[in-house]
Each structure stands twice: as structure tokens, then as C-alpha cells.
């Protein structure tokens, strides 16, 4: 079962993150503007968010363990049409690949919190770190595969299908000897949208998203326009994604009075944002550093927003519709407030260093949602 799980969780993020640092050759070869970049980078997720309130009902429906092959063998799919040099094509896999990898992030939390009752957290730290690993290989390797075929950057981005063909018949067991137990919907899940913490605990996750994303999309062609080389700046990439494992899994640990994870959180933040702030002003040799406390930061920002749904839902069925709520709404605050908004406000005023008042925006937003979501209560008490 963790084998299964680690392997899936290595496909929730390459299809994003090898993008990143191939942008440039893309935009170059198909003609891009970066407004057009600023869309390819954002389309998938965008349809995390989209995708998140369908995603329970196809667990109920048909088995989590059997979406989730599904979602398997559809990333295989739009991750090999990419090696088809068109703009359409990387269009239409985004939205693809971001449906898959989208129906994928919600389930897994709740097939954890079923078989594994009493390590849930240990389970999902593995299985995060399996995440950052995918994530982070795909960023750092991506350019490396590129000059192994020729500057083909087609194939740098098709070639993370092996990683879904190789999950599936480690998956593929899940299917037979865990069944998903059937799950009632919850009639009253409206009321979670009238809900002060409910809503504290989305906007957090979408804030930290949108800084998690657009450095997905833009922080390699931020260095590279620094005059970074384009292998170089998918390392220093990676190095941020592989950290943020770590991240991970200390933030939640850094916690108070039964589960006040407000300090935990400011702290992430603070790390998260002096990362970024060093992508754009720090000299180029020390952008290592930036990257170490790039990941730090918002791999525990990450990691907290996942505890706080856990935590403040006070039961699993409420947690779940907390999930539900929060990965929809907080995915789409995270393709707004991301990748899209980088590109807009870096052509509007000319530049990368306006950038940074975005992001210091986007962390101060997600320092006040974290002030009233991190405090030790549950929805409804």
C-alpha cells in the first residue's frame, strides 16, 4: 500500500513542474508571449480547483482506488501527447493533465485517513515527501533531458509518463484489496460556506498556492533572466521543491497549546517570502540559500494548510467537506493570484522586480487568513 501510495504521489506534480524551466524554449519555439506563458502555466491549476468538488463523488461512486488508476492512465496519456510540438496540444494536456493530477489530490487524503487511522500523519508526510521529490525531479532533470535529446523540449515534458506507467501496476492491487467504503454526502455541506474558520482555512491554502505556483511557473525564468543558465536554474528550482519535503514535515511539528499552529505558520511564511524576495534581489551565488528557505517556507506553509483542514473539520466526514471546499476555492485563488498574476504585473510595469509586491500581498493575505485559521478550534464548537 505505501508503495503504491509513494509511486502515485511521485505523478501529482512533474506534469506542472517540469514546465517551469523550459519556458523560455517554449515560448521561443511556438511564439508565446508571456501573457500566453502566464496561461499554460496556470491551466492546470486552475483545474485542481475546478476539478476538487467532482472528485468525492467518483470516489463514492466508483472506488477512490479505481479513480485514481483512472487518473493514472490519463496523465500517461497527456503527458505522451506533449512529445506533438503545438500549442493546442500543450494547451489541451494542461487542462487534461490538471483534471487527472486534480481528482488524484483529493482522494488520496481520504483513502490515508481510512487505512491508516492511527498514522495518518506519518502517511501523509510520506507520501507529501514522494510529492516534493516528483516534483523537485522533474524541475531539475527536465532541462538535463532536454539535451539529451537534441533541445527537444517536447520530449523533456513527455517523458514523465513513464513515471504514471510505472505507478500503475503498483496501484493496480488497490483496486482488488481496498475498496472504498461508501460515503454518504453531506446534505448540510452548504453551511460550510457561511463559515468564518471555513473560509479562513481556504484562503490560506489558496494564498500559499498562489506563491507555490507561480514559483513553479516563473521562478527558473526569473533566474534565467537574472542570467542564470537555463541547467542551473532547473537545479536551483528542484533544490527549493526537494526542500520543501522538509518543510513538510518540522512546520507541523512546531505546535502550541493543543494545536495552535498560528506561530508555525507566520514562520513559514516569513521564510517563504524572504526565498522570494532573494529569487529577485540576491546575487546569483547565494540563490541557493534562497532556494533552501524558498522550500522551507512554502513546503510548510503546504503542510500546515493540510493539517488545519485535519484538525478544525473535528471529524473525518466534516474534515472531508472541508477538503472539498478548500482545495476548489483555494486551487482557483492559486491559479488567480499565481502564475497569471506574475505575468500580468511583470508586463504591466516592465519588469521582475514590481513582482515583489505581489508576493508580499500574497504572504501578508495568507499571514492574516492564518491568524484566525491557526488557532486551536474546530468548525462548529
Not at 201 to 211: A, E, K, R
Not at 228 to 246: A, E, H, K, N
Request: proline share 5%; aromatic share 8%; net charge positive.
Amino acid at each position: 500500500m505505501l508503495i503504491g501510495l509513494g509511486l502515485v504521489a511521485l505523478n501529482l506534480r512533474p506534469a506542472v513542474t517540469s514546465v517551469g524551466p523550459l519556458l523560455a524554449e517554449i515560448a521561443q519555439s511556438l511564439g508565446f508571449d508571456r501573457t500566453d506563458s502566464g496561461i499554460l502555466t496556470t491551466l492546470p491549476v486552475l483545474c485542481f480547483g475546478i476539478v476538487a468538488p467532482l472528485a468525492p463523488a467518483l470516489g463514492r461512486r466508483y472506488g477512490g482506488e479505481n479513480a485514481i488508476f483512472a487518473a493514472l492512465i490519463v496523465l500517461a496519456g497527456a503527458c505522451a501527447l506533449r512529445l506533438i510540438p503545438s500549442a493546442t496540444v500543450l494547451y489541451l494536456t494542461g487542462v487534461v493533465a490538471g483534471i487527472a493530477i486534480g481528482i488524484m489530490n483529493v482522494l488520496l487524503p481520504g483513502i490515508v485517513k481510512r487505512d491508516f487511522p492511527q498514522r495518518v500523519g506519518a502517511v501523509t508526510g510520506f507520501y507529501t515527501m514522494m510529492l516534493c521529490v516528483g516534483a523537485a525531479g522533474a524541475a531539475a532533470l527536465a532541462p538535463q533531458v532536454e539535451r539529451v535529446f537534441d533541445s527537444a523540449w517536447p520530449a523533456a515534458l513527455a517523458i514523465w509518463a513513464v513515471l504514471a506507467v510505472v505507478a500503475l501496476p503498483a496501484w493496480a492491487p488497490m483496486r482488488a484489496h481496498f475498496r472504498s467504503a461508501p460515503q454518504t454526502a453531506a446534505a448540510s455541506a452548504g453551511n460550510l460556506w457561511r463559515n468564518g474558520l471555513a473560509w479562513q482555512v481556504t484562503i490560506y491554502l489558496g494564498l500559499c498556492s498562489s506563491g507555490a505556483y507561480a514559483v513553479f511557473g516563473w521562478g527558473a525564468k526569473i533566474l534565467q533572466d537574472r542570467g542564470m543558465d537555463v541547467p542551473t536554474s532547473g537545479w536551483m528550482l528542484g533544490l527549493s521543491i526537494l526542500v520543501q519535503g522538509v518543510g513538510a514535515q518540522v512546520a507541523p511539528l512546531i505546535v502550541f497549546r493543543g494545536g495552535d499552529l498560528r506561530f508555525s505558520a507566520l514562520l513559514m511564511q516569513a521564510l517563504g517570502l524572504a526565498g522570494l524576495i532573494g529569487y529577485l534581489f540576491a546575487p546569483l551565488s547565494l540563490i541557493w540559500l534562497c532556494s533552501i528557505l524558498l522550500g522551507l517556507g512554502q513546503g510548510g506553509a503546504f503542510a500546515i494548510s493540510l493539517t488545519m483542514i485535519a484538525q478544525r473539520g473535528g471529524n473525518p466526514e466534516t474534515a472531508a467537506r472541508l477538503s472539498g471546499m478548500s482545495q476548489s476555492v483555494g486551487y482557483l485563488i492559486g491559479a488567480v493570484f499565481g502564475p497569471l498574476a506574475v505575468a500580468l504585473v511583470h508586463d504591466v510595469f516592465g519588469g521582475w522586480p514590481p513582482v515583489t509586491g505581489l508576493f508580499i500581498a500574497i504572504t501578508v493575505g495568507a499571514a492574516l487568513a492564518a491568524i484566525g485559521a491557526g488557532r486551536a478550534r474546530t468548525l462548529g464548537a
